[in-house]
């Protein structure tokens, strides 16, 4: 069945390293999002891809990096530079220009201490 | 820019009784809409979309939203709350490639 797989569930990560999250899809999608959950903040957009080697900047983008290497894969890094970086995260994949047929993720638990 | 909003952070309903939640949109043309929903820990699921049309759609598991264009509205209704309906639930607007989430309504249902 297809679907969009993010690994790990739960990842920790101590101050000051980068952390890469995965996200893999296998439903032909172009267009691939992360977004990021907090407590009574809803889900907000940190990067989105249309299509591959092309990226653009969400609302809160600052702090992360994204690459669009292939169709399928669309991996988030929190550098250090992320001032907050523990949160839920969850990716997501549609086809192109068609936000109305977004597929999400089961997301990613990151902590860091 | 788009925008959504959720006026309830948390509501509380006892089992059986009705429930509406509450989204407001800010969308310069006809917005596509939508309500999903979240079990704790877990990826989003569709309940239902509004495109055009009818401005009541009917979604899973006995949801419903109305779409009422002249209140910037699009709330959320079911009939009879369930145990199983606690989630935390959110509406969106499609902004041009992209959705753009209100900040979410957690329920609780009191047995």
């Known amino acids: 069945d297809g679907g969009i797989t993010q690994s790990p569930k739960y990842l920790f990560r101590k101050e000051g390293q980068n952390v890469t999250l995965s996200c893999e899809q296998n439903l032909n999608h172009d267009a691939m999002y992360w977004y990021r959950q907090d407590p009574g903040q809803g889900l907000r957009l940190i990067y989105y891809s249309q299509i591959v080697n092309d990226f653009q900047k969400g609302d809160i983008a600052e702090g992360y990096s994204v690459s669009r290497e292939k169709k399928e894969s669309f991996p988030l890094t929190v550098t250090s530079a992320q001032k907050n970086p523990t949160a839920f995260y969850l990716c997501?994949?549609?086809?192109?220009?068609?936000?109305?047929?977004?597929?999400f993720g089961s997301g990613t638990r990151l902590t860091v201490v | 820019a788009q925008s959504v909003t959720q006026p309830d952070i948390h509501i509380t309903v006892s089992e059986g009784a009705s429930l509406e939640l509450r989204c407001n949109y800010s969308?310069?043309?006809?917005?596509?809409l939508f309500w999903y929903v979240q079990s704790p820990g877990q990826g989003l699921q569709l309940l239902l979309k509004?495109?055009?049309?009818?401005?009541l759609v009917q979604g899973i598991k006995g949801f419903e939203a109305e779409f009422k264009r002249s209140q910037s509205s699009f709330n959320l209704r079911k009939p009879s709350v369930h145990w199983s309906d606690a989630a935390e639930y959110f509406c969106a607007v499609d902004g041009a490639q992209k959705l753009v989430f209100g900040q979410g309504t957690r329920l609780t249902i009191n047995p």
């Open positions: 509004y495109f055009s049309g009818d401005t």
């Open positions: 997501a994949s549609s086809p192109r220009d068609r936000a109305y047929r977004y597929t």
């Open positions: 969308y310069g043309a006809t917005p596509y």
